[in-house]
């Protein structure tokens, strides 16, 4: 488990911030005490892609994290990154306002009308593309700034390290890539699987497989889990079951039963970090707005120290780092999701 | 025109033969549809055709008198996805407006917007709302296809107040592009990687279906793409979509009894009695999206009885 020396000699080099979730004002205090770079998070309604009943911020607790974190010297990123539906765009607009007064850094966008709004009304607040933007090239990437005076953009899981690299050769705007979380398998911003079987979807009002919809059912000594009635998994007795997001589900297919979309994994790409910053990446985000604070703490102090660990030569992957993340990792697997060959 | 809504086929999804396609699309050529799609729009290993078979084609069905729009990836990955999607913007700025550019991602509407190419903004790019359709209409778009998720409440106002010479393309027959991945879940199936799945996409001329533990199908994986298992079809919502003044209607093409499916839609535009083929779907129809409901759900009345009942009316 021993990586290269990273390339300094490149010039793209450079020691990615790390941008850490919070679903909630003790999450945001444990990612800024941890050594976060930035934190990142949304508000209590349908302009949040992770609009998860009695998590997120109102104004007030926004307030309160914006000064806790900018007192330490941290960012905040505001997401308003689901796509304002038709005739309700004042919803969308008050979030982007809300945003800008309170102080945060900067909003993560994904609808371009939303975006153009933000530019013009809001300059000074710095505009990063969202991940549900689904941007996957550099030509996307770039008319962004263009149009819009995007500073950063994130990447959907999607793309291999080479393409990332790719990416960073022919932009200017700063590239953000997924680092540590539960993994979209699924390009982000272009997945209707929550809505084709309950109505709703993270473009829509910000959440995927939701749990109003989530039903648990005994039969003998088999627990079926189900979404909107569709049986996602079942469960033997001693198996652990997970909720029951759609596309982790065990489905039959050909006569085969399986995970035949993806198996519950986690993206971990510590051991990538020297070619992630070779690669000249400006961020590593950790996914889990949903998760809890301690959950939020350990694995920004562990991404802490490993990209703290790129600054002197000879970057080697410390085996308690691993053990640390392998902890949390959901499935307890982790992967390099599609910055790796297998996938390919 | 004096049809009062425009027919359109869909890109084709899967992956077929060069045979299959060309002969599918001598079919189109002759059929009722208006407009005709062409091109790879789901994955860049698909190689049965090149870009220019694909810009070949396209020409064909210009001068065959078709509306003729070529289809972008909606995935760009790679440099060579980006090479591809140049060749594609300058047949269409060669044809002199004849054929036009259908957009999936930002890159697209970026590059045909800089050739000064006229574009349809793909379900893919995900316009939701009136201020994003005005700011594409502004970068040249001339169409917009709704994201498949959206309910007529979504739809209606967006038509109702589009922009000057935008028109609305709306999705109404086919199993429902949901979801695209870096992962090609057919290959993953026959246990295989990616880059050497030996196309086996080319076996599955309309998917492979994923049915749930208890039997029920309900998705279809073709290649990097996942769909829906039943069919959308919205052929009982004809007099709905009339009434709306929607611009045009994208049948997405299968293998089997496409041109009847044609057949029974042109049909129903005209007011006439129209019923779909039996063996036109493999596991029934869909119509809930367009219903605000969950997009697997049944809510109209079976397709064949309520478009006669409604062509009598």
């Known amino acids: 488990m021993v990586s290269s020396t ?172 997924f680092g540590f979380g539960s993994l979209c398998v699924m390009n982000e911003g272009r997945c209707w699987l929550s809505s084709y079987a309950t109505g709703e979807s993270p473009n829509t009002v910000g959440a995927c497989s939701p749990a109003k919809y989530v039903r648990w059912e005994q039969q003998g000594k088999t627990m079926n889990a189900r979404l909107n009635g569709i049986l996602i998994d079942s469960y033997g007795e001693g198996e652990p079951a997970g909720y029951p997001t759609l596309c982790k589900g065990r489905f039959e297919v050909a006569g085969e039963t399986g995970y035949a979309l993806e198996e519950p994994t986690s993206l971990n790409v510590v051991e990538l970090l020297p070619q992630i910053a070779a690669a000249g990446v400006a961020a590593i985000k950790v996914e889990g707005r949903q998760r809890s604070p301690a959950y939020v703490g350990q694995v920004t102090r562990v991404l802490r120290q490993a990209i703290d660990a790129l600054k002197a030569p000879g970057f080697a992957v410390k085996p308690a780092w691993q053990s640390e993340l392998a902890k949390v990792a959901e499935g307890h697997q982790v992967t390099l999701g599609a910055y790796d060959r297998p996938w390919r | 025109m004096s049809n009062p809504i425009k027919l359109a086929i869909g890109p084709i999804l899967f992956y077929w033969s060069k045979d299959e396609v060309q002969n599918f699309y001598l079919q189109a050529s002759d059929s009722p549809a208006d407009i005709v799609y062409v091109g790879e729009s789901v994955c860049s290993r698909r190689c049965q055709l090149r870009t220019s078979d694909w810009i070949g084609l396209a020409k064909d069905l210009a001068a065959a008198g078709k509306d003729v729009v070529l289809s972008a990836l909606a995935l760009a990955e790679s440099e060579g996805d980006l090479i591809a999607l140049r060749k594609l ?110 196309f086996r996409c080319l076996d599955h001329a309309d998917g492979l279906t994923l049915a749930t533990r208890e039997g029920q199908s309900f998705l279809t994986m073709n290649g990097i793409q996942t769909m829906s298992a039943q069919h959308y079809s919205l052929l009982a919502e004809l007099p709905a979509l009339l009434d709306l003044g929607i611009d045009a209607l994208r049948l997405s093409p299968q293998s089997k009894d496409f041109f009847a499916v044609l057949a029974a839609f042109d049909a129903a535009r005209r007011g006439e009695p129209a019923g779909l083929p039996a063996a036109c779907t493999d596991h029934g129809t869909c119509d809930g999206y367009w219903h605000g409901q969950a997009g697997i759900a049944k809510v109209g009345a079976e397709d064949d009885t309520l478009v006669v009942a409604a062509s009598g009316a």
């Open chain 1, 6 to 177: 990273p390339t300094t000699t490149t010039s793209a080099f450079r020691i990615p911030h790390l941008v850490c979730p919070a679903g909630s004002l003790p999450a945001l205090k444990s990612a800024v005490d941890n050594g976060a770079d930035a934190v990142y998070l949304g508000f209590k309604n349908a302009t949040n892609a992770r609009n998860f009943a009695g998590l997120n911020f109102d104004d007030k607790s926004l307030r309160e994290g914006v000064r806790y974190a900018r007192d330490r010297g941290r960012e905040v990123l505001v997401a308003i990154n689901t796509y304002p539906q038709a005739g309700r765009l004042a919803e969308w607009h008050g979030a982007v306002d809300a945003a800008a007064d309170l102080g945060a850094t900067a909003v993560i966008l994904a609808d371009v009308g939303l975006l153009a709004y933000a530019a013009e009304r809001h300059p000074a607040l710095h505009r990063h593309l969202s991940v549900q933007g689904s941007a996957t090239s550099y030509e996307a990437i770039n008319f962004a700034q263009d149009a819009f005076g995007v500073r950063r953009a994130v990447l959907p899981r999607v793309l291999t390290l080479a393409q990332v690299e790719n990416v960073v050769r022919h932009t200017t705007v700063e590239i953000e890539v």
């Open chain 2, 89 to 198: 913007v300058a047949a269409c700025a060669e044809s002199g407006g004849r054929i036009r550019l259908e957009a999936n991602d930002l890159g697209a509407v970026k590059v045909a917007a800089e050739a000064g190419v006229p574009f349809v903004c793909g379900p893919h790019l995900n316009v939701y709302n009136e201020a994003t359709l005005a700011w594409f209409a502004a970068k040249g778009a001339v169409a917009w296809v709704p994201p498949l998720e959206a309910p007529r409440s979504l739809i209606a106002p967006l038509h109702a107040s589009r922009p000057v010479g935008m028109a609305t393309e709306v999705f109404a027959w086919g199993k429902i592009p949901l979801a695209f991945s870096a992962r090609c879940f057919t290959a993953r199936h026959y246990g295989l990687k990616k880059d050497d799945c030996q």
